[in-house]
């Protein structure tokens, strides 16, 4: 609570081990706050909290889907839109809860399975879902998920991170970090994907991951 200078473990969340750890932590307030780790004991190890994470209590097993042989979590590919929040698997599902973390449904999508991909909702319909591997498939949906196209693109969509721009209608802008090929830089799309430009000068950078809280500031983190 002091900027970082110092930090207080939050023990509640155990995290057992040995397949214990913490891909995502998210808090839509000062209290009310949720954390996905793998399956554990069989089920996803989900938490909640409504205290600032004073006090982590996990989701029970009878509200999460029962995950598939082999099944993960993926660190930071998640998504929130109000309370509704996504977090993707590599077994070809997206977990999906619309009451702030407590229960869960299951979403499955075209992208094939053991292939990580990221999942990024602009609103609670429209999002795009892309895989982290060559070729980098990728799917946009209009209906929450029930169905899924196929993307075809012009331009540079760098290959790290992508995100929506709020307060825009269709808005993205993705970053990549390969200076081998070369293939990094910053690059956005104002149609849903379709088209995407270059920001002049930003193409010598190794870009990681990007996030916007508006559609005029945003954040690029780079090697």
């Known amino acids: 609570s002091d900027g970082g200078t110092t930090w207080a ?11 214990g750890f913490p891909n995502v932590v998210h808090f839509w307030n000062a209290d009310t706050g949720f954390c996905m780790g793998d ?8 938490y909640t909290t409504l205290n600032g994470g004073t006090n982590w209590t996990r989701v029970p097993s009878a509200n999460i889907p029962a995950p598939v042989t082999g099944e993960y979590g993926v660190t930071g590919y998640y998504s929130v839109i109000g309370s509704t929040i996504w977090f993707s698997t590599n ?8 009451d702030y973390r407590n229960t869960w449904t299951q979403i ?20 795009i879902i892309r895989a982290n591997t060559s070729p980098y498939t990728a799917y946009i949906t209009h209906d929450g998920g029930a169905t ?3 993307m075809s693109f012009f331009g540079n969509w760098y290959n790290n991170d992508y995100n929506y721009v709020p307060g825009t209608t269709s808005t993205w802008v993705s970053v990549g970090a390969d200076a081998t090929t070369p ?8 149609d849903d994907g ?4 270059n920001f002049a000068s930003m193409d010598t950078t190794q870009h990681l991951a990007v996030a916007f809280a508006d559609y005029k500031t945003g954040w ?3 090697f």
């Not at 473990?9 to 397949?19: E, G, K, L």
């Not at 077994?91 to 619309?98: A, D, E």
């Not at 499955?108 to 429209?126: K, L, S, Y």
């Open 194 to 197: 379709l088209n995407w430009t």
């Open 183 to 190: 293939f990094m830089g910053i690059s956005y799309s104002t």
């Open 108 to 127: 499955t999508v075209p992208i094939a399975a053991d292939i990580q991909f990221a999942v990024r909702f602009r609103t609670e319909n429209d999002a």
């Open 148 to 150: 899924w196209t196929s």
């Open 91 to 98: 077994k070809s599902h997206i977990y999906k809860s619309t």
């Open 39 to 46: 399956p554990n004991e069989g089920f996803f190890e989900l």
């Open 220 to 222: 690029s983190g780079s």
């Open 9 to 19: 473990a939050q023990s509640t969340a155990t995290f057992t081990a040995p397949n």
